[in-house]
Nanobody, 115 residues
Framework: QVQLVESGGGLVQPGGSLRLSCAAS????????MRWYRQAPGKQRELVAT???????NYADSVKGRFTISRDNAVNSLYLQMNGLKPEDTAVYYC?????????WGQGTQVTVSS
């Protein structure tokens, strides 16, 4: 089973940008979809963005136009470019990979948007 590790989180001011990365321990070619989720304190985990094996993508309304999801099968990585960050984007961000036979999750990376 492929393991996922997120990186790139941190503290950023409102309006700033961050790029999250999710590195896989093996090939992600078989993943029919990969996703970014986030969970803010006291809230349920929510879906942020999805990208299919064919690179079709979709986004939560709250991040549409600000975030961009991408995947690079050659280096077994998933990315989330986050621009125009807002305090309400503060959360732990998780990547997720959906294989035909299992689903795998990373451990999460903290994103804090604050002045």
């Amino acid at each position: 089973q492929v393991q996922l590790v997120e990186s790139g989180g941190g503290l950023v001011q409102p309006g700033g940008s961050l790029r999250l990365s999710c590195a896989a321990s093996g090939s992600i070619f078989s993943f029919v979809a990969m996703r970014w989720y986030r969970q803010a304190p006291g809230k349920q985990r929510e879906l942020v963005a999805t990208i299919t094996r064919g690179s079709a993508s979709n986004y939560a309304d709250s991040v549409k136009g600000r975030f961009t999801i991408s995947r690079d099968n050659a280096v077994n990585s998933l990315y989330l470019q986050m621009n125009g960050l807002k305090p309400e984007d503060t959360a732990v961000y998780y990547c997720n990979g959906e294989d035909p036979h299992y689903v795998t999750w990373g451990q999460g990376t903290q994103v804090t948007v604050s002045s």
